[in-house]
């Protein structure tokens, strides 16, 4: 049931970011809902939102096949790759049925109309016997030559990886308020915390005391008439994954405020 339940996680969330994001009119969209992209191969699963590609902006998620199914087959002419299109609605109502489930299947399929479907079967629990459940997402074939233009952009690694707060509540009214005054755009400044009055040693991924290193995070928004900044100190550096060490300085980058506070909005 925990792999059914992380991909809903992030289906939710792609869903949230979709709905906050100013979209085109649907007469502009072919009347096409939002969906999702599905690029299986036999080693991942990833998912691609490209509602915000028109700014651009992507959004993707990842995971391990071996850890997200127990039994996997994958076979296709482009060298067992297949990409697929689906509506994020149907995704998320499908793996929210599924959700409690021990074991779901899911296979690639052509519907009763012959349009191919991803199939999905699952048991639920009952009272006295458990139910058997069959439900079919519409899914479109991407064609091999616009799959591969579908690619993850090339980006350099991160120079710090900061968690955040579990709860994301104060952070977001900060930026609601930047919001109210008219600022437009946000300076993010992020850099390690100071241990025994120098700057913690970036090679090392625990402090002084034994602890992960520390890191605080800064935003700043001008407006015309006013300028809102807040910290937030004492966030964990997160150094997994990473193959170089953080800078000893800080990094600024400027974003755009509601694109930022979009993204925030897609995560509860």
């Given at each position: 049931?925990?792999?059914?339940?992380?991909?809903?996680?992030?289906?939710?969330?792609?869903?949230?970011?979709?709905?906050?994001?100013?979209?085109?009119?649907?007469?502009?969209?072919?009347?096409?809902?939002?969906?999702?992209?599905?690029?299986?191969?036999?080693?991942?699963?990833?998912?691609?939102?490209?509602?915000?590609?028109?700014?651009?902006?992507q959004t993707w998620s990842h995971f391990q096949t071996n850890r997200l199914?127990?039994?996997?087959?994958?076979?296709?002419?482009?060298?067992?790759?297949?990409?697929?299109?689906?509506?994020?609605?149907?995704?998320?109502?499908?793996?929210?049925?599924?959700?409690?489930?021990?074991?779901?299947?899911?296979?690639?399929?052509?519907?009763?109309?012959?349009?191919?479907?991803?199939?999905?079967?699952?048991?639920?629990?009952?009272?006295?016997?458990?139910?058997?459940?069959?439900?079919?997402?519409?899914?479109?074939?991407?064609?091999?030559?616009?799959?591969?233009?579908?690619?993850?952009?090339?980006?350099?690694?991160?120079?710090?990886?900061?968690?955040?707060?579990?709860?994301?509540?104060?952070?977001?009214?900060?930026?609601?308020?930047?919001?109210?005054?008219?600022?437009?755009?946000?300076?993010?400044?992020?850099?390690?915390?100071?241990?025994?009055?120098?700057?913690?040693?970036?090679?090392?991924?625990?402090?002084?005391?034994?602890?992960?290193?520390?890191?605080?995070?800064?935003?700043?928004?001008?407006?015309?008439l006013v300028t809102i900044a807040s910290t937030f100190s004492s966030l964990?550096?997160?150094?997994?994954?990473?193959?170089?060490?953080?800078?000893?300085?800080?990094?600024?980058?400027?974003?755009?405020?509601?694109?930022?506070?979009?993204?925030?909005?897609?995560?509860?």
């Amino acid at each position: 049931p925990g792999s059914q339940a992380m991909v809903l996680h992030v289906l939710q969330a792609l869903q949230r970011l979709e709905r906050a994001a100013e979209r085109k009119p649907a007469a502009q969209r072919n009347g096409a809902p939002p969906s999702v992209v599905l690029k299986l191969t036999q080693e991942s699963f990833a998912l691609c939102h490209r509602g915000g590609a028109d700014e651009g902006s992507q959004t993707w998620s990842h995971f391990q096949t071996n850890r997200l199914f127990q039994e996997y087959r994958i076979e296709s002419k482009r060298q067992n790759q297949i990409d697929l299109e689906a509506p994020i609605a149907n995704l998320v109502h499908v793996f929210h049925s599924c959700a409690s489930s021990d074991r779901t299947t899911l296979r690639l399929a052509n519907g009763r109309d012959g349009r191919p479907i991803l199939g999905f079967e699952f048991a639920l629990p009952g009272n006295v016997a458990d139910h058997r459940v069959e439900q079919e997402v519409p899914v479109r074939v991407i064609p091999e030559t616009e799959a591969e233009t579908i690619r993850e952009p090339p980006l350099p690694e991160p120079e710090y990886q900061i968690e955040l707060p579990s709860s994301l509540a104060r952070l977001k009214s900060v930026l609601e308020k930047m919001k109210a005054v008219g600022a437009q755009h946000i300076l993010v400044e992020a850099a390690q915390e100071k241990a025994g009055g120098a700057m913690a040693n970036p090679a090392s991924t625990m402090s002084g005391n034994g602890g992960p290193c520390r890191a605080w995070l800064k935003l700043v928004a001008e407006a015309e008439l006013v300028t809102i900044a807040s910290t937030f100190s004492s966030l964990t550096l997160v150094m997994e994954g990473k193959t170089t060490t953080p800078p000893e300085g800080p990094v600024r980058l400027f974003l755009s405020l509601r694109r930022l506070a979009e993204v925030l909005a897609a995560f509860q």
